[in-house]
Protein backbone atom coordinates (compact mmCIF):
# COMPACT_ATOMS: atom_id res chain seq x y z
CA UNK A 1 0.00 0.00 0.00
CA UNK A 2 2.55 2.82 0.95
CA UNK A 3 4.95 1.78 -2.43
CA UNK A 4 1.39 2.74 -4.36
CA UNK A 5 1.01 5.52 -2.42
CA UNK A 6 4.46 6.79 -3.83
CA UNK A 7 4.33 5.23 -6.72
CA UNK A 8 0.55 7.15 -8.07
CA UNK A 9 1.77 10.63 -7.13
CA UNK A 10 4.85 10.26 -8.56
CA UNK A 11 3.61 9.05 -12.05
CA UNK A 12 1.13 11.80 -11.68
CA UNK A 13 3.68 14.53 -11.30
CA UNK A 14 5.87 13.22 -13.79
CA UNK A 15 3.25 13.67 -16.23
CA UNK A 16 2.43 16.99 -15.06
CA UNK A 17 6.25 17.92 -15.39
CA UNK A 18 6.44 16.42 -19.03
CA UNK A 19 3.31 18.66 -19.95
CA UNK A 20 4.31 21.93 -18.36
CA UNK A 21 8.26 22.06 -18.37
CA UNK A 22 9.94 22.15 -21.88
CA UNK A 23 12.85 19.96 -21.52
CA UNK A 24 15.09 22.58 -23.38
CA UNK A 25 14.37 25.04 -20.12
CA UNK A 26 15.07 22.40 -17.57
CA UNK A 27 19.02 22.63 -19.14
CA UNK A 28 19.60 25.39 -16.36
CA UNK A 29 18.40 23.44 -13.27
CA UNK A 30 20.87 20.14 -14.38
CA UNK A 31 23.63 21.72 -12.10
CA UNK A 32 21.70 22.11 -9.05
CA UNK A 33 19.74 19.15 -9.64
CA UNK A 34 22.93 17.71 -9.83
CA UNK A 35 23.91 19.40 -7.09
CA UNK A 36 20.87 18.18 -5.19
CA UNK A 37 21.21 14.69 -5.74
CA UNK A 38 24.44 14.53 -5.44
CA UNK A 39 24.10 16.02 -1.96
CA UNK A 40 21.66 12.86 -0.96
CA UNK A 41 23.62 10.04 -2.35
CA UNK A 42 26.24 11.75 0.19
CA UNK A 43 23.67 11.94 3.01
CA UNK A 44 22.72 8.06 2.08
CA UNK A 45 26.56 6.90 2.41
CA UNK A 46 26.73 9.06 6.00
CA UNK A 47 24.00 7.29 7.11
CA UNK A 48 24.95 3.83 5.66
CA UNK A 49 28.83 4.66 7.40
CA UNK A 50 26.77 4.98 11.10
CA UNK A 51 25.79 0.67 10.92
CA UNK A 52 24.16 -0.55 14.41
CA UNK A 53 23.49 1.94 17.38
CA UNK A 54 26.25 1.48 20.17
CA UNK A 55 23.75 0.58 22.87
CA UNK A 56 24.23 -2.21 26.18
CA UNK A 57 23.06 -4.89 24.16
CA UNK A 58 22.88 -7.72 26.83
CA UNK A 59 20.15 -5.46 28.72
CA UNK A 60 17.95 -5.45 26.19
CA UNK A 61 14.71 -7.65 25.86
CA UNK A 62 15.78 -10.33 23.17
CA UNK A 63 12.39 -9.40 21.12
CA UNK A 64 12.96 -6.05 20.74
CA UNK A 65 16.56 -5.93 20.20
CA UNK A 66 15.64 -8.65 17.38
CA UNK A 67 13.02 -6.22 16.13
CA UNK A 68 15.30 -3.22 16.17
CA UNK A 69 18.38 -5.20 14.70
CA UNK A 70 16.31 -6.39 11.48
CA UNK A 71 14.53 -2.68 10.98
CA UNK A 72 17.95 -1.67 10.63
CA UNK A 73 19.40 -4.61 8.43
CA UNK A 74 15.90 -3.65 6.17
CA UNK A 75 16.85 -0.06 6.48
CA UNK A 76 20.19 -0.58 4.92
CA UNK A 77 18.47 -2.53 2.07
CA UNK A 78 16.58 0.27 1.30
CA UNK A 79 19.35 2.99 1.55
CA UNK A 80 21.13 0.65 -1.62
CA UNK A 81 17.86 0.83 -3.82
CA UNK A 82 18.27 4.74 -2.69
CA UNK A 83 21.32 5.50 -4.04
CA UNK A 84 20.66 3.42 -6.73
CA UNK A 85 17.50 5.61 -7.66
CA UNK A 86 19.47 8.66 -7.41
CA UNK A 87 22.78 7.27 -9.24
CA UNK A 88 20.44 6.81 -12.21
CA UNK A 89 19.16 10.27 -11.77
CA UNK A 90 22.47 11.59 -11.36
CA UNK A 91 23.89 9.63 -14.17
CA UNK A 92 21.06 10.54 -16.51
CA UNK A 93 21.19 14.31 -16.16
CA UNK A 94 24.77 13.85 -16.71
CA UNK A 95 23.86 11.95 -20.03
CA UNK A 96 21.41 14.63 -20.95
CA UNK A 97 24.11 17.34 -20.57
CA UNK A 98 26.24 15.42 -23.07
CA UNK A 99 24.21 15.67 -25.56
CA UNK A 100 23.34 19.63 -25.38
CA UNK A 101 20.02 21.95 -24.80
CA UNK A 102 20.85 22.30 -29.11
CA UNK A 103 20.68 18.98 -30.34
CA UNK A 104 17.80 17.70 -28.01
CA UNK A 105 16.15 20.87 -29.27
CA UNK A 106 16.83 20.40 -33.45
CA UNK A 107 16.98 16.50 -33.43
CA UNK A 108 14.47 15.05 -30.96
CA UNK A 109 10.81 14.86 -31.33
CA UNK A 110 8.52 16.61 -29.44
CA UNK A 111 7.06 13.56 -27.66
CA UNK A 112 10.39 12.04 -26.97
CA UNK A 113 11.22 15.87 -25.39
CA UNK A 114 8.04 15.55 -23.31
CA UNK A 115 8.72 12.10 -22.03
CA UNK A 116 12.13 13.05 -21.37
CA UNK A 117 10.85 16.11 -19.25
CA UNK A 118 8.38 14.36 -17.37
CA UNK A 119 11.20 11.29 -16.79
CA UNK A 120 13.04 14.32 -15.21
CA UNK A 121 10.52 15.62 -13.09
CA UNK A 122 9.51 12.11 -11.83
CA UNK A 123 12.94 10.97 -11.38
CA UNK A 124 13.41 14.14 -8.79
CA UNK A 125 9.77 13.63 -7.28
CA UNK A 126 10.91 10.02 -6.55
CA UNK A 127 14.34 10.72 -5.26
CA UNK A 128 12.67 13.47 -2.97
CA UNK A 129 9.85 10.85 -1.84
CA UNK A 130 12.60 7.94 -1.25
CA UNK A 131 14.23 10.74 1.05
CA UNK A 132 11.35 11.50 2.85
CA UNK A 133 11.31 7.95 3.48
CA UNK A 134 14.79 8.09 4.91
CA UNK A 135 13.76 10.65 7.27
CA UNK A 136 10.41 8.79 8.49
CA UNK A 137 12.18 5.50 8.71
CA UNK A 138 14.71 6.86 10.70
CA UNK A 139 12.34 8.34 13.17
CA UNK A 140 11.13 5.44 13.35
CA UNK A 141 14.18 3.30 14.68
CA UNK A 142 15.19 6.49 16.95
CA UNK A 143 11.36 5.59 18.68
CA UNK A 144 12.23 2.24 19.21
CA UNK A 145 15.82 2.66 20.21
CA UNK A 146 14.20 5.75 22.66
CA UNK A 147 11.51 2.68 23.80
CA UNK A 148 14.17 0.01 24.45
CA UNK A 149 16.84 2.51 26.29
CA UNK A 150 13.58 3.17 28.51
CA UNK A 151 12.79 0.02 29.38
CA UNK A 152 16.15 -0.78 30.04
CA UNK A 153 16.62 2.12 32.26
CA UNK A 154 13.33 1.28 34.10
CA UNK A 155 14.40 -2.44 34.71
CA UNK A 156 17.77 -1.15 36.06
CA UNK A 157 16.16 1.41 38.21
CA UNK A 158 14.02 -1.20 39.45
CA UNK A 159 16.73 -3.83 40.26
CA UNK A 160 18.54 -0.86 42.27
CA UNK A 161 15.34 -0.27 44.24
CA UNK A 162 14.78 -3.31 44.98
CA UNK A 163 18.23 -4.66 45.70
CA UNK A 164 17.75 -1.64 48.37
CA UNK A 165 14.75 -2.66 49.82
CA UNK A 166 16.14 -6.38 50.32
CA UNK A 167 19.22 -4.68 51.60
CA UNK A 168 17.13 -2.72 54.32
CA UNK A 169 14.55 -5.74 55.16
CA UNK A 170 17.87 -7.71 56.10
CA UNK A 171 19.22 -4.83 58.41
CA UNK A 172 15.81 -4.95 60.04
CA UNK A 173 16.05 -8.71 60.38
CA UNK A 174 19.39 -8.64 61.63
CA UNK A 175 18.79 -5.66 64.39
CA UNK A 176 16.86 -8.20 66.53
CA UNK A 177 14.24 -6.44 66.88
CA UNK A 178 11.38 -8.28 69.24
CA UNK A 179 7.32 -8.66 69.34
CA UNK A 180 6.03 -7.10 72.19
CA UNK A 181 2.56 -7.49 73.54
CA UNK A 182 0.46 -4.94 73.24
CA UNK A 183 -2.57 -4.32 75.37
CA UNK A 184 -6.32 -4.30 74.21
CA UNK A 185 -7.48 -1.06 73.83
CA UNK A 186 -9.89 0.17 76.52
CA UNK A 187 -12.68 2.44 76.44
CA UNK A 188 -11.74 5.83 78.28
CA UNK A 189 -14.53 5.03 80.94
CA UNK A 190 -13.48 2.10 82.22
Not at 19 to 39: H, K, T, Y
Not at 74 to 96: H, M, Q
Request: charged content about 20%; hydrophobic content about 55%.
Amino acid sequence: MARWLTIIPVFCFAALFGWGVPLVRLFDAFQPMMVALSIMIAAIFVRLNRGMPTLEWKSLELEKRTQLTSRIVDLSREYGRIIAINATALAGLVALTVVGKTEVQAAWPSWLRYITSGAIGGGAALCVARMAYVVWRDLDIVKLQKHLIDASAARDVEAVETKASIDKIADIRSAGLRKISVAEPKAWGE
